[in-house]
């Protein structure tokens, strides 16, 4: 069973102006689950966590800016008085699902979170992007430490997302107890310019870091074939006790913000294949990171509630196909990813 964790502190996390990150992304998605959702609150024992993943100099700067009102700390990312709270309980959520998780209480768990996380590394901007991409802690990675800690050896954590999460690969490069695995439009053509194939994590993390790029206008076909090629058999074979998601609706061609064509059969495909997984791994906690339509947050996140749940689902959109010109790009990607992996991983 799935359960939801949500505080209405993440409200209070507000822009100082029109922005597509902002509070009703999380109301409508509350509001679409709640007759079929058991929803609890964050854990608040968070500080000692964050400051396993980020910098003390870090969480001192976001501190100081909640105290300055409205402000934008880059060009993207804003701080209010309310973020604090509101960032601090969205690690307290992740946490709260793994507590549940690890304990046997769920197999699976969905954190309804904001300020999202994966754009930020230890110290704040990652992997020398332009900004923090609207995130204040990086929620999942602490996530993964704090299981890491909790007698979880190993974590994979799962992107999804239509942009590449620069800081999560940046905290876990060269760290093996961490497979990161992450699919997103090809950074040449989007935010935040990261997430190469060549980029396989360094030293005794060399392996367990995976990016597979995908080019603008890749549909559910080409999207499914790269799952099946790459990231289910690594997943399977790296055999995590814990899987996190970072959680983004923004590869949805209803998206505006990004430039993939996925339609929800592409994430029910997802969601369906880590059900399937539960029983070799203790669960799977989903993390949600972007996605800013709030028709698609709606509906994805219920079909998330409903495929963890074993229950009938419709999907009111045909599955989308690939151009043949993208899909042949998209080929060539999965070779290329597979000829840099298969160094690590028994890939056909
Ligand atoms: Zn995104």
Redesign the pocket.
């Known amino acids: 069973m799935i359960g939801v964790i949500y505080d209405n502190a993440y409200l209070e996390h507000r822009p100082p102006r029109n922005h597509v990150e902002n509070p009703g992304r999380v109301t409508s998605i509350i509001k679409a689950i709640s007759d079929i959702a058991i929803i609890e609150r964050p854990v608040n024992y968070v500080d000692e966590w964050i400051l396993k993943v980020h910098d003390p100099d870090y969480v001192r700067q976001i501190d100081k800016a909640c105290g300055m009102g409205y402000v934008f700390i880059d060009a993207d990312t804003y701080v209010s008085p309310g973020t604090c709270k509101a960032a601090r309980l969205a690690v307290g959520a992740v946490l709260r699902g793994i507590d549940k998780v690890l304990g046997g209480e769920w197999n699976a768990a969905y954190a309804v979170v904001r300020p999202p996380g994966h754009h930020v590394g230890r110290g704040g901007r990652a992997l020398m992007a332009p900004t923090q991409g609207f995130c204040v802690f990086n929620n999942v990675a602490i996530g993964a430490v704090y299981a890491l800690k909790h007698g979880i050896s190993k974590v994979a954590i799962l992107d999804v997302?239509?942009?590449h999460g620069n800081g999560t690969q940046e905290i876990f490069y060269e760290d093996p107890r961490v497979l990161y695995v992450s699919l997103h439009q090809d950074p040449l053509t989007i935010y935040p310019g990261t997430g190469f194939i060549d980029d396989v994590g360094e030293g005794e993390g060399e392996g367990f870091n995976v990016n597979v790029p995908l080019p603008p206008f890749t549909a559910d076909d080409a999207y499914m074939k790269a799952l099946d090629k790459v990231v289910w058999p690594i997943i399977e074979e790296f055999r995590p006790q814990l899987i996190l998601v970072s959680l983004?609706f923004?590869a949805h061609m209803l998206d505006n913000?990004?430039n993939l064509r996925l339609s929800l059969n592409a994430y029910a495909y997802v969601f369906r294949r880590l059900r399937d997984m539960i029983g070799r791994v203790k669960g799977v906690v989903f993390v949600l990171?972007?996605g800013y339509n709030g028709d698609v947050l709606s509906k994805g996140s219920r079909l998330l509630i409903e495929i963890m749940s074993n229950r009938d689902v419709k999907i009111d959109e045909g599955v989308t196909q690939t151009d043949p010109r993208v899909m042949a790009r998209v080929d060539s990607v999965i070779r290329d990813v597979i000829n840099v992996q298969r160094n690590y991983w028994h890939l056909a």
């Open positions: 997302d239509a942009h983004g923004d913000i990004a990171e972007g």
